[in-house]
């Protein structure tokens, strides 16, 4: 199983940044996604995660409003819209996996680095 994580880069605050996670090696529609993210210096932290029955999303308060996490299941991605953004939402972003019924994600993406700054 592998997740590629991509679209990170530098951004404004205030603007606006679109990651994506590409799955392979799974059956994509048969797992929980999640995306978690990583501070210089931080504990990593639940950002938001999609159901894969659904596609019902949940988000962490720190995100609520301003992001928004949807699937394609036909193309195997899972995508992170990400609006108004701020400084302290840079850090490294991580996608993950999580099978049916379970309660951790079993597989993790390399992550792809987003920087808010003027």
């Known amino acids: 199983v592998q997740l590629q994580a991509s679209g990170g880069g530098l951004v404004e605050p205030g603007g606006s940044l679109r990651l994506s996670c590409a799955a392979s090696?799974?059956?994509?529609?048969?797992?929980?996604m999640g995306w978690f993210r990583q501070a210089p210096g931080k504990e990593r932290e639940f950002v938001g995660a999609?159901?894969?029955?659904?596609?019902?999303?949940s988000y962490a308060d720190s995100v609520k409003g301003r992001f928004t996490i949807s699937r394609d299941n036909a193309k195997n991605t899972m995508y992170l819209e990400m609006d108004s953004l701020k400084p302290e939402d840079t850090a490294v972003y991580h996608c993950?996996?999580?099978?049916?019924?379970?309660?951790?994600?079993?597989?993790w993406g390399q992550g792809t680095l987003v920087t808010v700054s003027s």
């Open positions: 993950a996996a999580r099978r049916a019924f379970s309660a951790s994600y079993a597989y």
């Open positions: 999609i159901s894969r029955v659904g596609g019902v999303a």
């Open positions: 090696g799974v059956t994509f529609s048969s797992y929980d």
